[in-house]
């Protein structure tokens, strides 16, 4: 069913990431380059437009804001004109090839500028809109070479690796990479500075965005590590930021739903409801089929189920002290109980019997012991071992079977003739006696063994298991 997921995602996802962190195009070009200040007046100068922060990834509904740090950077100057002017004239260009091909040529006769950070910044975005992936994610590298903590880069490698795993392509890598770019990427946010020429406004949204494309990253890279305690860690708040990420509701639920503490089922089963009613297609029925098996398996019935979807579908998040009741089977002494209650002892099969006896009050087990003990009984049971020509050891309930342990200790009555002796692991036909019985491990003892030489009787058969203990 993941598989299935994940190829109805990907097109979502490649979708967004159009709108990955990159510089915008200039608006105007009366004032400086922005981050840059321009040589002295006696100095010829070229006009360069200010450019607005780059835009991430399409921001979630109700991410969580935060606040823009006291101290900005402050602006980095360029000294020589014939740099500042290739540099200018460079981020200037407005068609992407051109860009790409003026900032490559910078880099190049300035390997070492006080802008080469910056440059790197464009050359990545320029390139993520040529279409050129590879050489995207290389420059994206480059510039982590030059700031192991720009924001805009780290967003980039986390969300284009993400999409890539999706996509299927070499994905146990990409989630990795895409996680290890996340984690760093929130360390980096909590001691980022702003930029000197970026209002408040946009930086507190620039850090929003990435908050959550990182969160986002770091969470999927631990879901599919199994990491499930460290996969709820991050995707939790990524969920709540946007309650529509499909990706990030499943793979939370399933962060829930995995082996651990009973109490995570019930959020799980809550975003695996939410997961059902954001899927589309083929995607939306298998996600349903197997919340509704998980919740019946926690609950105990499907009641409720129908209105857990409705409610998901309305509500993105739990609601304070939302709870599911949790189904709570009988004791195997309950389950004796109910057996003799509703049962007959001439009904029930040998593994019912064994239930009773080995798990009943003393009460309940007179009741069975009362009926079977000293009257003769047709049975199938299945061979364990041949101890004599006399004696076998058998097993008549299938946990028993399938555990090769015997709970019968038959003593024919005489000797089996060696043309009918059964094989081991097969199943035998016969008559026997009751006489005694240990609870635990359970055993009957049977005497005046007999060969059937009719069809074996429909009860008590040793087809049946032992109901479950909890």
């Keep these: 069913m993941k598989k299935i997921v994940l190829a109805m995602l990907l097109v979502a996802t490649v979708t967004a990431l159009a709108q990955t962190a990159a510089p915008a195009q200039p608006a105007s070009q009366q004032n400086p380059a922005p981050g840059t200040t321009a040589p002295s007046s006696s100095t010829p100068q070229t006009s360069t437009p200010q450019t607005s922060t780059p835009q991430s990834a399409t921001p979630a509904a109700g991410a969580p804001q935060q606040s823009a740090p006291s101290a900005p950077a402050q602006k980095k100057e ?4 014939a740099e500042y002017n290739a540099y200018v004239g460079a981020v200037q260009q407005t068609d992407p090839a051109a860009k790409v091909s003026g900032l490559e040529a910078f880099l190049t006769q300035y390997p070492n500028s006080v802008m080469k950070e910056d440059a790197l910044a464009y050359l990545m975005a320029a390139y993520q809109q040529t279409g050129n ?16 903590c720009n924001i805009r880069a ?24 895409a996680g290890q770019a996340g984690e760093k990427g929130l360390q980096c946010l909590q001691t980022a500075a702003k ?8 930086w507190n949204k620039l850090k929003t965005q990435t908050t959550n494309i990182f969160n986002s990253a770091a969470g999927i890279a631990a879901y599919n ?27 939370l639920a399933l962060s829930y739903l995995a082996p651990g503490p009973a109490e995570k089922d019930v959020d799980g089963l809550y975003f695996i409801a939410r997961a059902a009613a954001l899927a589309q297609g083929a995607g939306k029925d298998q996600i349903a089929k197997f919340g509704k098996s998980r919740y019946v398996k926690y609950h105990g019935s499907e009641e409720g189920w129908t209105n857990l979807l409705s409610q998901a579908a ?11 009741a949790q189904y709570v089977p009988p004791t195997p002494a309950q389950q004796a109980a109910d057996l003799v209650k509703s049962k007959k002892v001439e009904e029930m099969s040998f593994a019912e019997w064994q239930l ?40 008549g309930s299938q946990d028993d079977i399938d555990a090769k342990r015997a709970d019968i200790d038959l003593t024919m009555t005489a000797g089996i ?11 035998f036909q016969f008559e026997g006696t009751p006489e005694s019985y240990t609870p635990k491990p359970f055993q009957m003892v049977m005497d005046k063994g007999a060969l059937l030489v009719k069809a074996a009787p429909k009860k008590p058969a040793a087809t049946h298991k032992k109901p479950a203990a909890h």
């Design 78 to 81: 360029i000294k020589d004109p």
């Design 133 to 148: 992936q590879a050489k995207m994610l290389e420059t994206a590298q480059k510039v982590l070479q030059a700031n192991p």
């Design 154 to 177: 780290l967003a980039l490698v986390a969300y284009t690796k993400q999409a890539m795993g999706v996509a299927g392509q070499n994905a146990a890598q990409n989630f990795t990479e």
């Design 195 to 202: 930029p000197a020429d970026t209002t408040d406004a946009d």
């Design 225 to 251: 590590a199994k990491d499930f305690a460290k996969a709820e860690q991050y995707l939790r708040p990524a969920v709540e930021a946007d309650p529509t990420n499909l990706l990030n509701v499943y793979d």
């Design 314 to 324: 309305s509500t993105p998040l739990p609601p304070p002290n939302f709870t599911i």
């Design 356 to 395: 009773v006896l080995s798990e009943g009050t003393p009460e309940d087990a007179e009741k069975v012991w009362g009926v079977l003990k000293g009257k003769p009984l047709q049975m199938v049971a299945h061979v364990i071992s041949i101890e004599s020509s006399s004696k076998l050891m058998l097993a």
């Design 417 to 427: 003739p060696a043309s009918k002796m059964p094989k081991v692991d097969t199943d």
